[in-house]
């Protein structure tokens, strides 16, 4: 979500890296990164995927303790690492003593405060996963077959029908279509499997400390602990993501004080029990929040004419499905799209692969996640879970995305080559974009924008 928008499961960490185009138009306010690794469900069947996950029962996962004789004096990297620790600790229980201090003159009640704190420890396993996200680089085909996996529609399903009522109360109420809502829990939980175990407090208190983003961490803290002030939930139940996303659809802290809801009218927004409906019920309220419309679509796949004019696949230009027909833009059956409303052209993986005509409310599904390649795969999960086929375009599946090293290398060549990026910081933006086309345009190829590893050979 973008007020959430980052799972082990989801964290709101840069942990998928997906390298997709940046929109000109693309909304800015988010908390959360641009996209994150789906939950490992989607990677197993249908009826692996609804299995429980259980611990190795009876086995301990420690060694063995050795005999005197056969002991091993520890490594000197060990020493450093273990002394470094008891520094950190150190540290961390003087910075808590502050934040107390801090949370107390923001009207968190002392009560709260001493609950949420008791037993929370320096987690050095949350840092070391923070500064160790891999550039885990995905392309757009790769994402969506996992987004839009068999397994992941068939469990979309059955947890449609499962929560029936649910929906039909939650659609009734907020006019956003159910399968919509259950792509959304589908990608940031695989249906509330992959909710995450961390203890929020513990994760955000150490990220905060850490420092790195510690301001914003130190707000998703202080508003976890308004959460717990509010009575919601208990310290040692609120849990989430390693980064602070939580429950069924991974809200972060400051989105659940500003846009859950308490669905079931228990006196509670319950997102981390078993039973979904507050969760769902916020994510639905979310959407329509920012101008979800019933009815219109979030996107449609087309067709483009021989000698199209590339330019023209921009967000910043929109037109009516009529005029894009007008111009030979046609759904993949050949049939003039219905005038929904103003819509935009989206070629994610350029003329070699699928294209999308956009409308509002895949701004809408953006103000949750930013990437295109989250919101398209919300809805077209969205989509087959309503029945729809499969996307019909092919992919140029002999690519692959290019690392974080090789976006700059190509922004520099661009750039040094006269087609100047305004910058090198490794996103692909308007600018780039721009930069892109206009090479493309000198050495008559497509000029679709499209940053492939072909270009970057090309330039070197």
């Known amino acids: ?87 950190d600790n150190a540290r961390f229980t003087r910075w808590v003593r502050s934040f107390k201090s801090r949370a107390r003159a923001k009207g968190i009640s002392q009560r709260t405060i001493d609950n949420a704190f008791e037993g929370v420890r320096y987690d050095a396993k949350i840092i070391e996963r923070d500064r160790n996200q891999s550039e885990f680089t995905k392309t757009i085909w790769d994402y969506l077959d996992s987004a839009a996996s068999a397994s992941r529609v068939t469990n979309g399903k059955a947890a449609l029908r499962k929560h029936r009522k649910a929906f039909d109360a939650i659609e009734a109420k907020y006019g956003v279509e159910r399968e919509i809502v259950a792509a959304v829990w589908g990608l940031e939980s695989a249906y509330g499997e992959f909710r995450g175990n961390e203890d929020i407090i513990e994760a955000l208190a150490t990220l905060a400390f850490d420092g790195r983003r510690g301001r914003f961490f130190e707000q998703q803290l202080i508003a976890a602990l308004e959460i717990l002030d509010n009575g919601d939930v208990s310290p040692r139940n609120m849990t989430g993501s390693w980064a602070g996303a939580m429950g069924h659809t991974q809200f972060i802290p400051t989105s659940y004080l500003a846009y859950a809801v308490d669905f079931t009218g228990d006196g509670k927004r319950d997102i981390w029990s078993d039973d979904p409906t507050d969760a769902l019920a916020s994510t639905a309220a979310y959407l329509k929040r920012f101008g979800w419309v019933k009815g219109m679509p979030w996107g449609v796949e087309v067709q483009l004419p021989r000698g199209f004019n590339y330019a023209l696949a921009s967000r910043k230009i929109k037109k009516m499905p009529s005029d894009w027909a007008d111009l030979g833009v046609r759904d993949m059956s050949g049939e003039r799209v219905r005038d929904y409303g103003a819509a935009s052209l989206l070629l994610p993986a350029g003329a070699q692969g699928a294209a999308f005509m956009i409308f509002k409310n895949f701004n809408v599904i953006e103000r949750y996640n930013a990437a295109d390649a989250y919101v398209i795969g919300v809805g077209h999960l969205g989509d087959r879970l309503k029945g729809d086929g499969p996307i019909r375009a092919s992919w140029p599946r002999g690519d692959r995305a290019l690392k974080f090293a090789e976006r700059k290398e190509l922004q520099e060549r661009l750039s040094a080559a006269g087609f100047s990026t305004q910058g090198v910081d490794g996103k692909i933006g308007p600018n780039t974009i721009s930069a892109v086309r206009a090479y493309q345009r000198s050495v008559g190829a497509i000029p679709d924008g499209y940053p492939s590893l072909s270009i970057l050979k090309a330039l070197r």
């Open 1 to 87: 979500m973008r007020c959430l928008k980052v799972s082990i499961l989801a964290s709101f960490a840069l942990s998928c890296a997906l390298v997709l185009p940046a929109q000109a138009n693309a909304p800015t306010s988010s908390l959360r990164p641009t996209l994150r690794e789906i939950p490992q469900a989607v990677q197993l069947t249908a009826a692996q995927a609804t299995q429980p996950i259980t611990l190795l029962q009876g086995r301990s996962l420690r060694p063995k303790m050795r005999g005197a004789s056969t002991q091993v004096a520890p490594k000197k990297e060990a020493v450093l690492v273990q002394a470094s620790t008891t520094q």
